[in-house]
């Protein structure tokens, strides 16, 4: 098993910037990239953001040149940060770990994007 706790998220103005951390726990090992989707009020979680163990990217092209997710093997943790941050950003974040047969979810962190 995984587990996946996320952190970071909280309410922000246009234009402004948050980390959003995820740190993983159990059996790493098994896992073959992380990511993050996000699910808006109404609308259906999507990917926004993916990261292999060789550390290859992909990202919704709505958050390209925005958004950068990295990770650090290290500590077992991966990042998202999002900068020049839009209304439409809005949304729970939610940290996915993707292993052989199976996907690990995070709890959901909260980002909010007001003026």
């Known amino acids: 098993q995984v587990q996946l706790v996320e952190s970071g998220g909280g309410s922000v103005q246009p234009g402004g910037s948050l980390r959003l951390s995820c740190a993983a726990s159990?059996?790493?090992?098994?896992?073959?990239?992380m990511g993050w989707f996000r699910q808006a009020p109404g609308k259906q979680r999507e990917l926004v953001a993916i990261?292999?163990?060789?550390?290859?990217?992909n990202y919704t092209d709505s958050v390209k040149g925005r958004f950068a997710i990295s990770r650090d093997n290290a500590n077992n943790t991966v990042y998202l940060q999002m900068n020049a941050l839009e209304p439409e950003d809005t949304a729970v974040y939610y940290c996915l770990g993707v292993g052989i047969s199976t996907l690990y979810w995070g709890q959901g962190t909260q980002v909010t994007v007001s003026s």
């Open positions: 990261i292999t163990n060789s550390g290859t990217t």
């Open positions: 159990g059996s790493i090992s098994s896992i073959n990239g």
